[in-house]
């Protein structure tokens, strides 16, 4: 009998480091098999593609929920303002960032004092699975799209939920005499 205990004791001895290295592995690929898939998208689109410089120029931002579950998200108060909440990218033809306005600088780059009017307050809410959050940027406020040519424009936002970029769709916007 003591024999068979030692012997049931020995085995089981054995089968414990066997046993843990196969849970940390089940755990390791559970945690590798989780969704890095965005929570959300975002699609911009302009009234027209085509503009008279000097004209001002609307983006409009569409970010959709496409996950299973109410997300998180903020936004400004005004909805004219979609550049406080997202990065909006724009190159022109040669790859080059235009010129920054005033705003631009201190929205981009904080290089500027912004002053108490420039805050913007924002609102947070959720995004339930499926809706969609609207807003619109005016270019123009950020960039000095004064010079005839094309350009090419896209919005990027962080994914807090996979810590990932998310980018839009990409436009080109013909800046005309």
Not at 70 to 83: F, L, P, Q, T, W
Not at 161 to 167: A, L, P, Y
Request: hydrophobic content about 35%; proline content about 4%.
């Amino acid at each position: 009998m003591r024999s068979d205990v030692l012997k049931n004791y020995h085995l089981q001895a054995q089968l414990s480091p066997i046993l843990s290295l196969v849970i940390v592995l089940v755990l390791t690929s559970v945690s590798f098999c989780q969704n890095t898939n965005p929570s959300f998208s975002i699609a911009i689109s302009t009234p027209g593609n085509t503009i008279t410089s000097g004209t001002k120029i609307r983006i409009d931002v569409v970010m959709k929920n496409t996950s299973t579950h109410a997300i998180s998200v903020s936004k400004v108060i005004r909805n004219d303002e979609a550049e406080l909440d997202r990065h909006i990218v724009v190159r022109n033809i040669r790859g080059n960032e235009p010129g920054e306005t005033k705003w631009g600088r201190r929205r981009l780059h904080g290089k500027e004092p912004i002053s108490a009017g420039d805050n913007a307050s924002r609102i947070a809410g959720h995004l339930n699975p499926g809706d969609t959050l609207h807003e619109y940027a005016i270019l123009n406020n950020i960039y000095d799209m004064t010079v005839p040519g094309k350009y090419s424009v896209r919005v990027d936002r962080r994914d807090v939920e996979t810590d990932k970029i998310v980018k839009s769709n990409t436009l080109v916007i013909n800046v005309t005499r």
